[in-house]
């Protein structure tokens, strides 16, 4: 992971997880975690990184933002049951709290308010 330089600020892009480092970045993490699985070959996915990394950067310390490449990681996918992607998948201490399958048509403010609810985690 590194830090881009985007409009005067230090961003720091999600995390890359993988089937070898699930436990640790996701499972085991302190913070909450918003996992958005990608491929690709999708579209919405690619119309959704722009957003995930901007949630990233405004939720730094906050939250734990993660990436995973749904051909990439074959035993997360089946552990999660992922079937299509996006899905963007909200846990907190290890437990999955709330899924969103596609883009949702409210885009941030939508992650936002699930991060709000379900996670307790506030910009």
Known sequence: ???QEVKG???VGP????????D???AKSKLPVLL???????GPAKAAKPIIAELATEYAGKLKVGQAEYG????TVT??????????????????????QGM????????????????????
């Not at 995390?15 to 699930?22: E, L, P, R, S």
């Open 79 to 100: 552990k999660l049951k992922i079937e299509a992607v996006p899905m963007f998948i909200f846990i907190k201490d290890g437990r999955v709290l709330e899924t969103i």
């Open 36 to 42: 958005f699985f990608t491929a690709y070959y999708s």
């Open 72 to 75: 990439d990681c074959p035993d």
């Open 24 to 26: 640790a970045e996701v």
């Open 104 to 123: 949702p048509a409210e885009g941030k403010e939508k992650f936002r308010a699930v991060l709000s609810k379900s996670l307790g985690v506030e910009k």
């Open 1 to 3: 992971m590194q830090a």
């Open 15 to 22: 995390v890359a997880i993988t089937d070898k480092n699930y």
């Open 9 to 11: 600020k230090s961003q």
